[in-house]
């Protein structure tokens, strides 16, 4: 925000050293970022932070002058006389999006002669970098950088219908913009519309076809208040940002609608001549709560502050009556005082105090942030370490110790990559309910389902880069999508390696068992996008599906452009939160020697591993330690028959009573071996 010495003296008494006035106002939350004589005048730049619109006029800036030197705050008070004729008469303002815009009002000017501003109202423009136009579009940016209030100026007579009409704009609609240039609409700007087309695009820019020009007769004023995330989005989407998006975005005092109205008005008939009609016309949505009226909803905008609180918080004891002399200077009303707190109504333009704590900022602020001691001891309690804390800090220890970086991806993801990988849902997000006004970058508008595809995106990149080793993984949400109502959001464990199933399979089992050791892991058959069908699993923990894996398949491989090998994994995380063990036991260890059997069993190819290991474990009972599956299936329709495999596993056993004897060892085999026949089908192999 730029800023006029010259013109801020109209309001408030400056201190005779700009040095003096910018540290002060840098002390205070308006950074300094740079100085420079214009002309007579001289241009102070200030960084306005976005929760202080009300410092993007000049009036702002004198306020907090006004507040930290003790001077009278001088702001003028409009008051545009009328003709006998009221504008209702003349003119219609109708909003059919009163979520897009709460409140529209018109004041209409006829008669205007356009020309020239006169010198002093070009200088003070000329000083903050804005380009002159004519004296009634200059008067619309005079007030706007006055009160922060953006307007605009609509040549009256190129109004089809002699209305205004704010809407939403219609998907694929084209308007012109008062920089000539075109753009098509997608539906979710405000316009404001007369009675055929769009005039403007309501809080970012006006339209070409009604400008004010040297034929303008008749101009009608707009002064509203626009839905800041709709102006944002606009702004954004066309890259089309102006100082009125920028005040917009950031929200407006509705105190300051009508004043901006008024003196706009005031300056053109001064500037340009003209009979202002008498009136104006004020359109509110049934949202709009007047300013006058807030007073009375003691439970919304009353805001409590304990005086105890300023010590706690700051350190300092701070008188009560000088509390009180801050907050009422800087425009609270003050409605409660007692001998422990006071209660205040923020001004309208203060829409960031919304707490006590921002109250103790303000009165800390204006104070003197020099003025408390570095040395203060304040009372500060440590936070505790939440559940899901311990156990990511914990996934993170043992991944990266098994070689693996973490990656930090956006959200947002290009269309084709959203459904790539849904190991989580199998509904697709058809209608793109999913998809975000405004791409986060070029083409990533959609939220992902999986955080798989973007770290497969990021392996392409380290393989274009030729780095040999790339293992990632990254904790991130992913986004379901659920007709008619908002996305389910999950946590999850995404990773990738350059390893086969096994060596993936393994880091997610140590996982499991070094974070919920009590919870069953077993395995179980799934099918994923991308991946190959011969080499993909799913995990169980606990029996609740725990995380799906896999190696890519050569068409996934193509269809991320990698070069080498890879296999992918994303696990559940708050299901592995919920069974992670943070305090641990521990339990004795057998001090006898285990006793090892192998054994050959032919089995049906149906029959998974994960129902061999159930089955062997069951029967063999609290001696069985470990039971290892070998190195492959052995298949031969020759020696075994049709459709029969040949599995060979190692089976330990122990005891905590004594070393177990051969025929110990061999009963507890031949119930394995029983089991599985009668279970199973399954018959050992000599």
């Known amino acids: ?143 706007m950088m006055e009160i922060g209030q953006p307007l605009h100026a609509f040549d009256f007579a190129k109004l089809k219908g002699g209305r205004i009409v704010v809407r939403r704009a219609r998907p694929g609609e084209p308007f012109q913009a008062i920089n000539h240039k075109e753009y098509t609409l997608s539906g979710d700007e405000v316009v404001i519309a007369d009675a055929e087309r769009p005039v403007a695009m309501g809080g970012v820019m006006g339209g070409a076809d009604s ?52 003196r706009c008005c005031e300056l053109i008939l001064e500037t340009a001549g003209g009979e202002l009609q008498e009136g104006v016309v004020d359109v509110k949505s049934s949202a709009w709560v007047e300013p006058a009226d807030r007073r009375f909803d003691q439970g919304r905008d009353h805001i409590k502050l304990r005086y105890p609180q300023i010590a706690r918080v700051l350190g300092i004891d701070i008188p009560d009556d000088t509390v009180r002399k801050i907050l009422t200077d800087l425009g609270c009303e003050e409605t409660h005082n007692c001998d422990h707190c006071v209660k205040v109504v923020p001004p309208t333009w203060r829409s960031d105090l919304t707490r006590e704590c921002d109250l103790i900022e303000e009165v800390a602020r204006i104070h003197g942030y020099d003025k408390i001691p570095t040395e203060t001891t304040l009372p500060i309690v440590m936070s505790a370490k939440r559940r899901d804390d311990h156990v990511v800090e914990q996934v993170r220890t043992l991944l990266v110790g098994a070689g693996f970086d973490e990656a930090y991806t956006l959200s947002a993801v290009e269309p084709d990559l959203a459904d790539a990988f849904s190991p989580w849902s199998n509904q ?18 959609r939220l992902r389902q999986s955080v798989v595809p973007s770290l497969l995106a990021c392996r392409r990149t380290n393989e274009t880069l030729s780095n ?110 919920g069974g992670a063990e943070l305090v641990r036991t521990t339990r004795p260890l057998s001090s006898y020697p285990p006793v090892a059997r192998d054994l050959n069993i032919v089995v049906n190819e149906s029959v998974p591993w994960v129902s061999i290991e159930s089955v062997a474990r069951s029967a063999g009972g609290e001696l069985v330690e470990q039971i290892t599956f070998g190195d492959d299936a052995f298949r031969d329709p020759k020696q075994l028959g049709q459709g029969k495999k040949s599995v060979v596993f190692g089976v330990q056993l122990r005891s905590m009573e004594g070393t177990l004897t051969g025929e110990q060892a061999d009963e507890v085999i031949n119930r394995i071996v029983a089991a599985l026949k009668s279970e199973l089908g399954g018959e050992l192999r000599a």
């Open 1 to 143: 925000m730029i800023v006029s010495t010259d013109w801020l003296a109209d309001y408030v008494k400056l201190p005779e050293s700009l040095d003096e006035l910018t540290e002060r106002l840098t002390l205070t939350g308006l950074n300094l970022e740079g100085v420079e004589p214009i002309g007579g005048d001289t241009a102070v730049d200030l960084e306005v932070t976005s929760n202080r619109p009300d410092c993007l006029g000049h009036i702002g800036v004198a306020r907090e002058v006004a507040v930290l030197w003790g001077q009278e705050l001088k702001k003028p008070e409009p008051r545009p006389s009328g003709s006998d004729r009221a504008v209702s008469e003349q003119t219609a303002v109708e909003i059919t999006c009163p979520e897009l815009c709460p409140r529209y009002t018109a004041r209409l000017i006829r008669g205007v002669k356009i020309g020239p501003s006169p010198e002093w109202l070009q200088k003070r423009l000329t000083t903050l970098g804005i380009a002159v136009i004519n004296n009634v579009v200059d008067a619309t940016n005079y007030v």
């Open 211 to 262: 400008e004010v020009s040297d034929s303008t007769v008749d101009v009608l004023i707009e002064s509203a208040d626009f839905a800041p995330l709709a102006i944002r989005s606009a702004a954004r989407r066309h890259v089309l940002h102006s100082p009125s998006s920028y005040r917009f975005e950031r929200g407006v005092d509705p105190e300051g609608i009508d004043w901006a109205s008024r």
């Open 468 to 577: 040999p080793v790339v293992e990632l993984f990254e904790i991130a949400k992913v986004y379901l999508p659920r007709e008619g109502q908002l996305p389910i959001e999950k946590r999850v464990l995404a990773l990738t390696s350059g390893g086969g199933l096994l060596e993936l399979k393994g880091v997610v089992e140590e996982l499991a068992r070094a974070i919920a050791p009590s919870k069953e892991l077993s395995v179980t058959e799934a099918r994923g996008e991308l991946l190959d069908p011969s080499r993909c699993a799913g995990l169980l923990l606990g029996g609740a599906p725990l995380c799906l894996l896999g190696e890519l398949s050569e068409a996934g491989r193509d269809r991320f452009g990698l070069r080498g090998p890879a296999s992918v994994a994303e696990l559940d995380l708050e299901l592995l939160i």
């Open 428 to 445: 697709p997000d058809v209608a793109g309910e999913l998809a975000t006004g405004t791409a986060v970058l070029r083409r990533a508008n």
